[in-house]
């Protein structure tokens, strides 16, 4: 029993210590604050807009922007959202790289102090998350706002006895007279009765009158003396100088303390005469904030009934401050609902039922950043957001002076398709990928967000002049590649024409465009639902989905599906995936000797510079060359295919001695010192040699029967049984796959049998 009642204390002990190191709450003198700010201005000075800021950027990463040294850049940044959104919430909320950079943009636009008079409205269809979305980011808030990083400090006032010397009359006095009495009452001697009225006198040394608007104490010094009050405490560093002439610091000299704390402020002021004796009793403490108790957070849902009560009284500290400062009209306690979230967030979660009355109450707040309680003008300056379906915008459309206070950021079904991955794996774990083929798990998503997206695109239309010449690698529409570009890829496959087309202005169209797109197609409910169906139908059995597996659901199991898919789209899509795990699958078979290559295109640019017939040593790799036609065209072939015509030959042969007499030689190896495998032009023939290498490289594979088997049999006892070059073969091929392209060993063999199969390598022979 013993050991169990240490326990206990133990328990007690440790809750105890570290509730009372997270609740403390102790206020601090003002000139105690004044020596925090002179340390660190920028973590005192600061609004419900600035932490708003600084809450966001705390919690988002800032990723990549993977062309930041492109001149054409338009700095769409890959942030990492996962920490504001993700971590430690109960329904995550997954921001595409499109919402992502709207809302940076948005926090930025609030800490530079371009914040004043409106409301925030998060507009998105039904099922994008807007709810999640907001309730993750004020319970981030929340924490924040309650951390050391996040710290605010609000004004209290202690408002003393003494000083005041109104000890004597009043509201205690009269409570002590009763107490006397009933001391006497029973028996109790005088000078028991007198201890009694000393020891309470002691508690009541001060009256506590915290601001019901949650004002930064700073706010008390009479504006008008600010300026020399701000000069005077800091020294002449970056921190003034931003100070002064920012923006975002703007209200520290602009705005007023709220009608209590002035009217606090002028009666000690008359009443003192010293101004020193006023500060004396203003303190700060931290302004905690509580969303259930709509402290500095509240939020309305349309079924929330507005309160009777809109007036807050506290009647009590009203008697007091009243005896205190001996007259009943100096200070009046007075305040509304608004202003437990001064300084704080104002929210309402969709904008009808009784959330449009409130909206429209917030008119003259956000116009004038003012509302009246009785006869007193009270200050609101709260951050007010709002999250609203489309159709609701009638609700608000008869405020016609209201709507230029608006400002919309859009929240549509997710665009990115890196995202809307990411929610698949959040939802299904993140072994689903084990049971896809690489490519097939996005190619999803790409079905999926085309449903979202406008079927033509002006910006890209008048970006890429003839998207033909592209259908190995997109639809006529352009929306795969769009797509990309949602996602911060531009594709390599782009000609370096196009990709020169791709200016920043071009970029932010295509970007812009994504403001009128996602409110229509397969919702971010619908998705999961279908892909349920789809994991459900295929992802049971051992074998990988495929490719193959995804256009037999959308034809013929979901074919309702498949028809509210962009026209065409699906077979773009099939096309574009068998080209691009056929380059994989001839990349990993290429196992050419690179020095061998090297070598034959060094001799060839040395041998086009002499006539046929001619014997010469080759100045480049040192090898005696008999040039002839036979000997160039050995070359050619293997640079330019077999199938070449010899006047096609004769013109590249042609075409290549120019350049290599006009600028190879000449700038590039005498003028910059450049060895001849580092020019320009022998890279282009390398590349041109080694893609007529890889256009072949299956072809004795293709024939052979034995090559199919042998890769379904790797890892078997019967995979044994082939002969030595085969198994090499196979093993070379299935390790590069894995290796270079990510393949598990199993998709590795997958996506080999499917190429094989569907002859992908005939299908593209004449390209």
Known sequence: MAAAGDNISKALRNVNRHLKAREHQAAIPFDALLKVMADNPAAVMRNVFQVFHDMVKNYVAEGPDEYSSDPESIHYVNYDSSRLFVEDVDNPFFADRLFANRLINLVESLQRGAQQNKIYIFEGPHGCGKSTFLNNLLRKFETYANTEEGVRFEAVWRLDRRSLASIAPGETNRFLDKLGQLLDDYEFNQAEILEAKKSLLANEDFIEVPCPSHDNPMLVVPKDYRRAFFDDLFKNDESKWRLFTAKEYEWVFKDKPCTICSSIFQALLNRLGKPEQVFAMLYARRYRFNRRLGQGISVFSPGDTPPEKTVLHNEI???????????????????????????????????????????????????????????????????????????????????????????????????????????????????????????????????????????????????????????????????????????GHIPEWLTAEDRKRLTAKRRRRIIGESEAEGARGLSGRDAIKIFNDLYSSFGKSRKLITMSMLRSYFTRMRSELGEQLPMGLLDSLLQMYNYTVLQEVKEALYYFNEERISREIQNYLFAVNFEPGTVARCEFTGEQLSIDDNFLRGIEVKLLGEGTSDEARIAFRTDTQREYTSRTITQEILAEGRAVAETRLFGSLHEQYVHHLKEKVLDPFLANENFRRAVRDLDKPAFKTYDKKIRDDVTFLIGNLCSRFRYTKAGAQAVCIYVIDNDLARAFSDI
């Not at 009638?394 to 919309?408: A, C, M, P, Q, T």
């Not at 990928?433 to 085309?450: C, K, Q, T």
């Open 317 to 487: 500290l009203q008697n007091r401050i009243n005896d205190l400062l001996r007259d009943s009209s100096l200070v009046r306690y007075l305040s509304s609902r608004y202003a437990r979230t001064n300084n704080g967030i104002y929210a309402l979660m969709d904008i009808k039922s009784h959330n449009v009355d409130r909206l429209i109450e917030l008119h003259n707040i956000i116009s004038e950043g003012v509302h009246k309680v009785e006869d007193i003008e009270e200050n609101v300056n709260s951050l007010l957001l709002a999250v609203m379906n489309p159709e609701d915008q009638k609700n608000i459309e008869g405020l016609r002076s209201f709507l230029d206070r608006v400002e919309y950021i859009k929240i549509p079904y997710v665009l990115d398709l890196n995202t809307e991955v990411q929610i698949y794996r959040n939802i299904f774990g993140r072994q689903l990928d084990e049971s896809f083929l690489p490519r097939v798990l996005h190619n999803f998503a790409r079905l999926i967000i085309s449903t979202r997206l406008e079927p033509r695109s002006p910006a890209m239309e008048e970006w890429i002049l003839d998207p033909g010449k592209y259908r190995l690698f997109c639809d006529p529409n352009l929306l795969l590649l769009k797509m990309e570009i949602y996602t």
